[in-house]
């Protein structure tokens, strides 16, 4: 799995020893107002982190450098089945309302877009107009079905 590069930040494949910088980004609570769960200790999302970095091939984690500040600010996620990957984003409360985590989201897609996939596809809370609008830069747009409680978004190739 390669780095993933932008002008504003370097996604970078997930390694266990991202935990202890992360711990940090995803620890307010608030953060996990739609994406579930709570806060999880360094010791757990190393364990995560270990899970996810060993898992099946179709499982892809980037963390995400902010190369100004030279720091983790979120990650972003593919699970590849075929030729779709089922993608997700999440920012820090810190950095957030800055397009980290659109133009995070945007060069996963096109990365996957040009080298692997046909098909991508996120699910998003309809209250979350934060992940509408980065998912919409990115170039899904949502569709007429609803998963848990989520919109399914898409975006085919041409």
Known sequence: MDSIETPLLVLIPLRPDH??????????PALHEFI?????????????????????????NWVIRLRAEDRLVGYVQATIDGR???????VGT???????????????????MEREVDTV???????????????????????????DGEVRWERHRA
């Not at 769960?37 to 364990?47: A, V, Y």
């Open 19 to 28: 935990a202890g910088e992360m711990t940090g980004v995803l620890s307010d």
């Open 121 to 147: 596809v996120a699910h998003i809370h309809p209250d979350h107009a934060a992940s509408a609008s980065v998912a919409t830069a990115a170039g899904l747009r949502p569709t007429e079905r609803w998963e």
């Open 94 to 112: 810190p950095w957030q309302g800055r397009g980290l985590a659109r133009a995070a989201a945007t060069a996963l897609v096109e990365h996957l």
């Open 84 to 90: 779709t990957a089922e993608v997700a984003w999440v």
């Open 36 to 60: 579930g769960g709570e806060p999880l200790t360094e010791s757990e999302l190393r364990t995560r982190y270990e899970r996810q970095a060993s898992g099946p091939p179709g499982w892809r």
